[in-house]
């Protein structure tokens, strides 16, 4: 970094990831704990499995607002205020027995939850130089998940030895503490002061003295206004707060920058996710005919091989900008190959080969994060919030349309319940991602080449 005080981005980036890993805490919080929450609001499995849908649909749903608040009012207010909502949502569903209150909470935990991502993805082009991002980002995914190894067996504990409501309360309670860590330490910008600073109306000296440390033009995010599409008047302002939500839509999509890393995140990281939140355990119990344990240990598997892809490909994305959209399709192109040997495979397939899949698959998530990149270098500043919600909801639609259309094909053959349950139901279920991954990689081929000759006619340069 460049002068004085160069831990300040550092220590800004660690309580930022620390408030996403809380994120993912609360996320999550219900993954190991299903059998306990069916006896806790006397709920069967459709009903169990709507409070993680509804939580996803609420997370998609509120990227592209949460965007559009993020470059109005900055990433700290939209932290906080995140973390101000899954607490209240964890509050609720530890106190309350009533199911309609406690879909009320995971609204709110889905609503916080929706807040905190992109909020810190549009932190780190403040506070570090372009050659840094790519590692910055994926080490925050990696933290990210991290929150997941604590919400799954620790908090099962928790609740298994101090009861449902502490163990809520606990999150509740972890997520305010970082709050109120974030209120004294998380800046916008260097130069800017903390939440506690601007409420006191006196800014500190090291949040003065860190004006030095800003990024600047540096990073990939170039400041000018979205190009003109159709009839518009030229803006010249960077800042646009009266700009309509259509009208912004409109001029984000109208850039193949963004439009390829909105199918870049579409495309990487729903194998993993459908596969974490929701028919992983399903499929390795009631249809290869794991027992629980087993299964649970290749679900380890996977949070440690999609934590250790996030370590190869910060650097090598950073090394290698002019061929990341590629690593990232080689990743897509290599999971959707080791899922069709699975799904091909005659009978039960072999624990070596499903072990191979529980390593490839979750290197989409970590190859996700290339999308932000890809954002970061062709959304206009002003936009950058609406531009990364609008990403982000890549990924989320396409788990959200596989978690659905695998549910549905399975009652299709009338395999929808954990009694009805075999392998060949599930191996043509999970073929609906086959798809997805072919449309996905499709966008993303004639999206770069959009791309490529924008950026020529443009006179642009990837940084
Ligand atoms: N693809 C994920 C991030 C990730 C990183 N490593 C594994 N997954 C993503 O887009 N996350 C958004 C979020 O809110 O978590």
Redo the contacts with the bound molecule.
């Keep these: 970094m460049r002068t004085a005080r160069p831990l300040l981005p550092w220590v800004v980036w660690g309580v930022a990831a620390l408030s996403y890993a809380v994120?993912?805490i609360n996320r999550s919080s219900l993954a190991a704990l299903g059998p306990a929450t069916q006896q806790h609001f006397d709920i069967d499995a459709t009903t169990l499995s709507m409070f993680a849908m509804i939580q996803l649909v609420v997370y998609a749903g509120l990227q592209i607002p949460v965007g559009t608040l993020l470059d109005r009012f900055g990433a700290t207010t939209m932290i906080l205020t995140g973390g101000l909502f899954m607490a209240a949502g964890q509050t609720i569903m530890a106190t309350v027995a009533d199911v309609w209150l406690a879909i009320l909470a995971r609204v709110l935990v889905g609503a916080g939850?929706a807040c905190?991502?992109i909020s810190v993805m549009r932190l780190l082009p403040e506070w570090f130089s372009v050659r840094q991002l790519p590692v910055v980002s994926q080490l925050t995914?990696?933290i990210?998940?991290a929150g997941q190894l604590v919400s799954v067996t620790p908090l099962a504990l928790v609740v298994a030895g101090f009861g449902w409501t502490s163990g809520f309360l606990g999150v509740a309670a972890i997520g305010v503490l970082v709050m109120i860590l974030g209120g004294f330490v998380l800046r916008n910008a260097p130069g800017d002061g903390t939440l506690a600073e601007r409420l006191t109306g006196r800014v500190g000296r090291l949040s003065r003295e860190a004006r030095s440390l800003g990024a600047g033009e540096a990073t990939g995010a170039f400041a000018m206004p979205p190009p003109e599409t159709g009839m518009m008047p030229v803006i010249t302002k960077r800042r646009m707060p009266g700009l309509g939500f259509w009208d912004k839509l409109r001029r984000l999509v109208a850039l193949p920058g963004v439009r390829l890393a909105f199918w870049v995140?579409f495309t990487s990281?729903f194998a993993l996710n459908v596969f974490i939140l929701l028919w992983g355990t399903p499929f390795l119990t009631g249809g290869v005919g794991l027992d629980s344990a087993t299964a649970s240990g290749l679900l380890n598997i996977v949070v440690v091989s999609?934590m250790t892809a996030?370590l190869l490909l910060g650097p090598l994305s950073s090394r290698f900008v002019e061929r990341r959209v590629f690593m990232n399709m080689g990743i897509t192109t290599a999971v959707m190959l080791v899922w069709l040997a699975v799904l091909l495979w005659a009978g039960p397939p072999p624990m070596w080969l499903l072990i191979v899949l529980m390593i490839v698959m979750p290197f989409g998530?970590?190859a996700?994060?290339i999308a932000f990149e890809v954002a970061r270098s062709h959304t206009p500043r002003s936009f950058a919030g609406f531009g990364t919600g609008f990403v982000?909801m890549g990924?989320f639609i396409a788990s959200l349309l596989v978690i659905v259309l695998i549910g549905f094909v399975l009652d299709l053959q009338g395999a929808g319940s954990p009694d009805h349950y075999s392998l060949t139901a599930f191996k043509v279920a999970f073929a609906v991602q086959i798809p997805f991954w072919l449309c996905g990689l499709t966008m993303i081929f004639v999206e770069q080449r959009r791309t490529k000759r924008w950026m020529q006619e443009h006179g642009r340069r990837l940084r």
């Design positions: 994120a993912v939850d905190t991502f995914g990696l990210g998940q995140h990281p999609s996030g998530g970590p996700s994060m982000n990924g």
